[in-house]
Nanobody, 121 residues
Framework: QVQVEESGGGIVQAGGSLRLSCVAS????????MRWFRQAPGNERELVAT???????YYEASVKGRFTISRDNGKSTVFLQMNSLKPEDTGTYFC???????????????WGQGTQVTVSS
């Protein structure tokens, strides 16, 4: 059974830092990517950061230079280091693991339950 679990959320003042962690377990085929999304109340879920199997990383424009996505050597744990936090970074942060579903290249997406990040002004 696949499980994706986030941790590390909390309340922080503007300008502060938080580090989120995400562990994916039970995935049979290889991970193609792990991603962080966030969702603020009343807003759609948005992609924040991506790390590919190759190690390449991508960031949403508003977090570039402030957030860093990384992974451990086993590649099933990913981190999101968030610095210089702003009130607009407030939301529920979700981890997504995208993995191969079969040898034909189909993919499955697995989601965690989310962790709350609140940045006070």
């Amino acid at each position: 059974q696949v499980q994706v679990e986030e941790s590390g959320g909390g309340i922080v003042q503007a300008g502060g830092s938080l580090r989120l962690s995400c562990v994916a377990s039970g995935i049979t085929f290889s991970l193609n990517a792990m991603r962080w999304f966030r969702q603020a109340p009343g807003n759609e879920r948005e992609l924040v950061a991506t790390i590919l199997w190759s190690g390449d990383t991508y960031y949403e424009a508003s977090v570039k230079g402030r957030f860093t996505i990384s992974r451990d050597n086993g590649k099933s744990t990913v981190f999101l280091q968030m610095n210089s936090l702003k009130p607009e970074d407030t939301g529920t942060y979700f981890c997504n693991a995208r993995a191969l579903a079969n040898l034909e290249g189909a993919e499955n997406d697995y989601w965690g339950q989310g962790t709350q990040v609140t940045v006070s002004s």
